[in-house]
């Protein structure tokens, strides 16, 4: 990246340049494309369309935003070394960077809160959680990222006077990054990352906490019900001329609970990991530069960037591909080919007017729960 600009860079350098711009490439092709199949995937799909696929559908697209807005001018001027858009979109640019990685956050936030309150209370959560109250949402969350960004941004608060200009040879090229002023990155952080970080956290633990309570209840609840249907098989006379090799059949159903059991931890897991694993090294560094310029090298700083931004890319990964509803809808939506086949596709697809509860989590969960206890609990844990 720090090649000497006007000369014949060096091998070893035009090499690193090349590896590191097509790792970036792919980096970006893989968040656009991914959050792309999710938006089309929650518009094509009716039993996609629910309540809380908003705020999934809201940090798709900001998201997208991060790959085709940020990431693409980041990957330019990382490359080159220099700022070669303008002193004007500049300031543009840090703001839809600063503005569409809040967005993205909130909206994790908010998912974990829709969730939390799908699993806690299912009966309630039709008359909490409504369309309006979900656009509410997802609009107060765009307007204070956009509060957090373009305002202090386009009022020149957020940086220090003094600009930075990049020298080579005698020659002075323009430069642009994330020279933050202090009292604007401590603000700022704590808007985007730190308190949405601390309530995501609380949530999950909460979260899988339920859970797990949950998993032990509906083994309880279940377990003298699978005893007395054990007793009633054996009391039934094998006849003589039933073969040896008759088995009475096993109604311990374990596998669903340990399924969901080791659901719960995997998704809580992964979730957090790999959002902290993204945004805690650039948000501890992001503070720590603007009280020491020194302190933090420039190559740091733009590898921990792009850790951040990569958590764009992995976000279509855990909360779409995940969800088997969503890697059927992917899997069909690749594999159309022509109008004529993705009509009969959308037709097939969708569900009839019987099996239209599933569209909606409360109706889904009253649907189960006539069926069984156990079973509406086991939904419950499985929604995670």
């Given amino acids: ?27 970006i092709f893989l968040s656009v494309a991914g959050n792309i199949l999710v938006c089309i995937a929650i518009y094509t799909e009716r039993s996609l369309r629910r309540i809380g696929n908003l705020f999934l559908a809201s940090l798709a697209i900001a998201d997208l935003f991060v790959a085709s807005l940020v990431m693409t001018f980041a990957g330019v001027n990382d490359l080159l070394g220099y700022w070669i858009f303008g002193a004007q979109f500049c300031d543009t640019w840090v703001a839809f960077d600063v503005m569409c990685s809040t967005a993205s956050i909130l909206n994790l936030c908010a998912i974990s809160m829709d969730r939390y309150i799908h699993i806690k209370d299912p009966l309630r959560y039709g008359r909490w959680v409504t369309r309006r109250v979900a656009v509410i949402t997802i609009a107060a969350i765009w307007l204070l990222a956009a509060f957090v960004s373009f305002v202090p941004i386009s009022l020149g608060i957020h940086r220090p006077d003094q600009p930075l200009i990049f020298e080579d040879n005698g020659k002075k090229y323009p430069t642009c990054a994330l020279d933050l002023t202090p009292t604007y990155a401590v603000v700022s952080s704590c808007i985007s990352f730190y308190f949405p970080c601390v309530v995501m956290i609380g949530i999950y633990c909460r979260l899988y906490c339920y859970a797990q309570k949950h998993v032990k209840s509906i083994k309880a609840v279940t377990r003298p019900g699978e005893v007395a249907e054990k ?37 809580v897991g992964v979730i957090m990991g790999v959002f902290l694993i993204c945004w805690v090294p ?34 279509p990964i855990i909360y779409s591909i995940f969800n088997k509803e969503f890697r059927d809808a992917f899997k069909r939506i690749l594999t159309m080919r022509n109008p004529w086949c993705c009509a009969q596709d959308v037709g097939n697809i969708h569900p009839r007017n019987s099996d239209r509860f599933i569209t909606d989590y409360a109706a889904k969960n009253v649907v189960v729960m006539n069926s069984g206890r156990s079973s509406a609990e086991l939904e419950q844990v499985s929604a995670i």
Wanted: aromatic share 12%.
């Fill in 1 to 27: 990246m720090d090649t000497i600009v006007g000369e014949e860079p060096e091998p070893l350098s035009l090499v690193s340049i090349v590896v590191v711009g097509i790792f970036l490439s792919v980096l």
């Fill in 231 to 267: 007793q009633r098989y054996k009391s039934i006379r094998r006849p003589k001329n039933q073969p040896k090799k008759f088995k009475v059949r096993n109604l311990h159903h374990s596998s669903p609970y340990h399924v969901s059991d080791h659901k719960a931890a995997v998704t």
């Fill in 282 to 315: 650039f948000f501890c560094v992001n503070i720590t530069a603007a009280f020491c310029k020194t302190c933090i090298g420039g190559q740091t700083f733009k590898i921990l960037t792009w850790l951040g931004y990569s958590n764009s890319a992995f976000n």
